[in-house]
């Protein structure tokens, strides 16, 4: 005998703010996907000479493209914020038998963020 299973509408998401904001966050990722695949074609066109990288490189800086950066842009920005704010309901920290506030977990992660952030700046700019 099967289990009984109710019945899903295809906009079950669109009927809480909270189901909204979740598939928003994961639906994130299919734009971070997209980018990737972007950024595998760039290293393609670059080991395939001076000449296929110049032209992708046009290619990346058209309008469209550029609002396509943007839109990943945003969307990475808004799945990590998010997921520092997933984190303490993710994992519990203990220290010496005390729970460590969730905001202090979010706060390290943004911390960390940060340090990576000015660290990956550093090296990309002190050219």
Partial sequence: MRAYSRPTEFNWWLTNRTYFFFVVRELTSVLIAAYMVFLLVLLRRLAAGPEAYAAYLRF??????????????????????????????????????????????????????????LVVAWIVLRS
Wanted: net charge positive; proline share 5%; charged share 10%.
């Fill in 60 to 117: 990346l800086g058209s309008p469209g493209m550029l609002l396509f950066h943007l839109a990943a842009l945003a969307a990475a920005l808004y799945h990590s914020i998010t997921w520092f704010r997933l984190a303490p309901m993710a994992i519990t920290l203990r220290v010496r038998g005390r729970r460590v506030p969730g905001a202090t977990v979010v706060a390290a992660n943004y911390a960390a963020w940060l340090v990576v952030s």
